[in-house]
C-alpha cells in the first residue's frame, strides 16, 4: 500500500479570491490529517498567490505527521526551508506566468544549483525530494547528487486524452519508477492524480507515496474535505508498496 500526503494550497487558493482569513489552508492541514493522511504539502510560491508565510510556519506547528514544503531552489526559500524545518522539502520548477507547475526540473540544465541545494537542506536536518519528469537519465542525476526522493511528474498521463497516449506516458512512468527504485531511490508520484488516474498505479509498485491536492479539494466542495480525504486514501493504500 502507498501512503497519501495531501496537498492544500488550493484553499488556500480560495481565501485569497477574497483576499479575507478564510477557509484556512492550516485548519484543512489539520482536517486531513485528521481523515488519516501521511502528511500535509504546502507550495510556498515566490509571489505568495495561495500559501504564504503565516501558512507554512502554522502548518508546520500543527501537523502530526509529516509537513512537506514544496519550492524552488532559491536562497530565499532555502532559508525558509532550513528556519521552520519541514520533515521533507520538494524542489520544485517555478514560473511565475504558469498556473501550476508545468513539468520536472531541467537536471541536465541545472545540476548544480541543485545539488547545492540539496546539500544546504541536508545540512539543515531536511529530507529533500526532486520533481522530475519520467526519464530514466533524470533518475540517475538525482542519485548522483544525494537526492533522499524523488517526485515523478504524473501530468502528461494523468492529461493523456487517449489509450495510446496513457499506455506510452505511463510505460514512461513505469520506467522511471523502476530506475530510481533500484538507484536507492524513494519513489513518490504527483501531478493531475485525481480518483480515476490513482487506479493505473498498481502497476507501478515502486511508487510509495501520492502527493495530491487538487482533485481532494474539489471533491471536498461536494462531499466535504474528511469524506473527500477518506476516499482518495483507501485508493492509495490499495495500490503502490509503502516501504517501512
Do not use: W
Request: aromatic share 4%; with cysteine.
Amino acid at each position: 500500500m502507498a501512503l497519501l500526503a495531501v496537498n492544500v494550497d488550493h484553499v488556500a487558493t480560495i481565501r485569497q479570491a477574497r483576499g479575507g482569513t478564510s477557509p484556512d489552508p492550516v485548519a484543512a492541514a489539520v482536517l486531513v490529517e485528521l481523515a488519516g493522511a501521511d502528511g500535509v504539502v504546502v507550495h510556498l510560491r515566490e509571489d505568495r498567490r495561495h500559501i504564504c508565510d503565516r501558512d507554512v510556519r502554522l502548518v508546520r506547528q500543527v501537523v502530526k505527521t509529516k509537513m512537506i514544503l514544496e519550492m524552488a531552489a532559491t536562497d530565499e526559500m532555502l532559508s525558509i526551508a532550513a528556519e521552520v524545518g519541514p520533515y521533507q522539502a520538494t524542489l520544485v520548477p517555478e514560473r511565475r506566468q504558469e498556473v501550476t507547475t508545468e513539468g520536472g526540473l531541467a537536471l541536465g540544465k541545472v545540476k548544480d544549483q541543485i545539488a547545492g541545494a540539496v546539500e544546504r537542506l541536508h545540512a539543515a536536518g531536511v529530507k529533500t525530494s526532486l520533481f522530475l519528469d519520467p526519464v530514466v537519465s533524470h533518475m540517475e542525476l538525482a542519485a548522483d547528487i544525494g537526492a533522499d526522493i524523488v517526485e515523478i511528474h504524473t501530468g502528461r498521463f494523468c492529461d493523456a486524452r487517449t489509450r495510446a497516449e496513457k499506455k506510452e506516458t505511463f510505460a514512461q512512468i513505469a520506467a522511471a519508477a523502476e530506475a530510481a527504485d533500484k538507484l536507492g531511490l524513494t519513489v513518490h508520484a504527483g501531478h493531475g492524480i485525481d480518483y480515476h488516474s490513482i487506479r493505473a498505479f498498481s502497476a507501478a509498485p515502486q511508487v510509495s507515496e501520492f502527493s495530491i491536492g487538487h482533485a481532494i479539494v474539489a471533491k471536498a466542495v461536494m462531499v466535504g474535505l474528511d469524506r473527500a480525504v477518506y476516499e482518495m486514501l483507501a485508493l492509495a493504500r490499495s495500490v503502490g508498496r509503502q516501504d517501512l
